[in-house]
């Protein structure tokens, strides 16, 4: 069964740095594409950011207000996707989000599974 | 970054009613739009990808068409399971970007 389970979140101090947590089972991670998304309280969706599959080459790419700060990288030997964070903001409270699928032009393939959300709250 | 415009912002309607909304891209995006439904505490779900086509699963009251720079979203009848906020985003290039949301609620 195709199965995504976010884990992680917290109460952390700006900052500090925290460690997303997106296990998956019932597929290979590398197969696909996995994105990151976010909703800050009274906000709208944002996209945080992605890794390619192993096919278009594993890399990721991420939104401008993370990028250096947060990194997306997959264990596939535990088949879990992580999102590390660091230098955290109070901008950076949201409610997280990890999921299959994603990407840009030809190479995007439709989002099919999400995980749960999991809250991050940057406060001191 | 391309801009997505999308209006209304909320709405309200009787259950049975058709429902539209509209989204208007900064540029050309060719048909790279997805339509994202989340309910109040609930994930995202993925609804509508490439401008029109409805993803696996989803029922056939959901539409969505358009391309170039204007798409719309379309409810033919409203259901109580619909209240939700509705998103369009953009995928043509990076970053992907979302319209600011569509409060749906029953009237």
């Known amino acids: 069964e195709l199965l995504l389970a976010g884990s992680g979140g917290g109460l952390v101090q700006p900052g500090r740095s925290l460690r997303l947590s997106c296990a998956a089972s019932?597929?290979?991670?590398?197969?696909?594409?996995m994105s990151w998304f976010r909703r800050a309280p009274g906000k709208g969706l944002e996209w945080v950011g992605f890794i390619r599959s192993k096919a278009y080459g594993g890399a990721a790419d991420y939104a401008a207000s993370v990028k250096g700060r947060f990194t997306i990288s997959r264990d596939l030997s535990k088949s879990i996707a992580y999102l590390d964070m660091i230098s955290l903001r109070t901008e950076d409270t949201a409610v997280y989000y990890c999921?299959?699928?994603?990407?840009?032009?030809?190479?995007?393939?439709?989002?099919?599974?999400w995980g749960q959300g999991t809250l991050v709250t940057v406060s001191s | 970054d391309i801009q997505m415009t999308q209006s209304p912002s909320s709405l309200s309607a009787s259950i049975g009613d058709r429902v539209t909304i509209t989204c208007q891209a900064s540029q050309d995006i060719s048909n790279y739009l997805n339509w994202f439904q989340q309910e109040p505490g609930k994930a995202p779900k993925l609804l509508i990808y490439g401008a029109s086509n409805l993803q696996i699963g989803v029922p056939s009251r959901f539409s969505g068409s358009g391309s170039g720079t204007s798409f719309s979203f379309t409810i033919t009848s409203l259901q109580p399971e619909d209240i939700a906020t509705y998103y369009c985003?953009?995928?043509?290039?990076?970053?992907?970007?979302f319209g600011q949301g569509t409060q749906v609620e029953i009237k």
């Open positions: 999921s299959r699928g994603g990407g840009v032009g030809h190479g995007y393939s439709p989002i099919d599974s």
């Open positions: 985003q953009q995928y043509d290039s990076l970053p992907p970007t």
């Open positions: 019932g597929f290979s991670l590398d197969d696909y594409a």
